[in-house]
């Protein structure tokens, strides 16, 4: 699978789920929330889906000479910029903007591949408590245990 293919995938059920949970979710009238308080779950939800996709493109793009990458990826995959708007505010050139992009799709496309997030249909049909080796999910479980341990 080429990682690019996951990533245009794994984005496209990204937006998805953001305009779900944004149209779901009035985050700035909170008492229409309060029906969507947390419950437990063995299944990963939309709004798992979306922190899991922000946090593999940060873990992909986390170096400090990609940084510029991180903004790109932040203002235009993750924010819905539109592509002129983004390219003005990062002040950078139709052929740059090609290049990071096509970078951005590599690297994150990997991370979404290793952390389990693709295909789709196989995260949100595993139970949260028992994912894929590589998820996200259960990395972050890893680290408190770790961190707990130590």
Known sequence: MKP?????????????ARQVLDHRLRTVQLEASSKYLWRPDHRPRLAEYVADFALAGQR??????????????????????????????????????ADWADEIRDRVG????????FPPGRYFHEPSDEGSEGSLRQTSR????????E
Request: a positive charge; glycine letters at 8%; aromatic letters at 12%.
């Open 4 to 16: 690019c293919y996951a990533f245009d995938i794994c984005h496209e059920v990204y937006a998805n």
């Open 142 to 149: 890893r680290d408190k245990h770790r961190g707990a341990s």
């Open 110 to 117: 990997r991370e979404l591949l290793r952390a389990g997030m």
């Open 60 to 97: 992909a793009l986390g170096a400090r000479r990609l940084a510029s990458r991180l903004i790109l990826f932040r203002v235009y995959y993750l924010g819905g910029a539109e592509y002129h708007t983004a390219r003005k505010h990062l002040g950078i050139s139709e052929l740059t903007w």
